[in-house]
């Protein structure tokens, strides 16, 4: 595994200040992200950074995230709650506080929450860690992980899926991304 960085101990540090409950489950995250990213080859120091930042737009209000998000110019569905939103704005603290610019790393802190067709296998570690880090204390994430090492796809279906049912039994909306996702796993799978 790789050592920490200055950077990531300025993420950290940040996290620390601004959002210590997110801490711990933060580094559970980029801890699992890292065994995936080693597993599957995928550039581990990309993969760290966006583990660490995948949460950091969580320091903001829905309100200040909203402004930001305005005055950023970028485009966003302003209806999204701060559960969704918090992805958005992670994009713009990763590049204003952190000078980070990597393509990758900032589409997998920016879908980490509802998913996107056609995500890339950095993306997709952080989307699957995001759920199976064991501080979560889910009990079925415990055969997940030990599953991700074997059949990534499976798992990452299974993660999919089960955001679907969460949002179903909260009576909240589903994204239509995170539909379209399920759809494509499903037809793909299924014309294997
Ligand atoms: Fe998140
Ligand atoms: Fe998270």
Do not use: W
Not at 31 to 45: F, N, R, T, W
Not at 62 to 78: C, I, N, V
């Amino acid at each position: 595994m790789l050592n920490i960085t200055k950077l990531e101990n300025q993420i950290i540090d940040y996290i620390k200040k601004n959002i210590p409950e997110r801490l711990t489950h933060t580094l559970s995250v980029r801890d699992i992200a890292m065994g995936l990213a080693s597993h599957y080859k995928v550039d581990e120091k990309k993969v760290s950074l966006a583990a660490l930042c995948h949460d950091i737009g969580r320091v903001y209000s829905r309100e200040d995230m909203l402004s930001l998000l305005k005055k950023s110019g970028k485009e966003y569905p302003s209806f999204y709650n701060r559960n969704i939103l918090h992805a958005y704005v992670g994009v713009i603290i990763a590049q204003n506080e952190f000078n980070i610019n990597d393509e990758e790393i900032l589409l997998a802190i920016k879908n980490h929450t509802v998913g996107k067709v056609g995500m890339g296998m950095l993306e997709k570690i952080i989307y699957v860690s995001d759920y199976i880090e064991p501080t979560r204390n889910i009990e079925k994430t415990e055969q997940m992980r030990v599953h991700a090492l074997e059949d990534f796809d499976s798992v990452f279906l299974e993660t999919i899926k089960d955001s679907l049912t969460y949002v179903l039994s909260k009576n909240d909306f589903v994204v239509y991304d995170t539909l379209e996702l399920y759809n494509s796993l499903v037809i793909n799978k299924n014309t294997l």
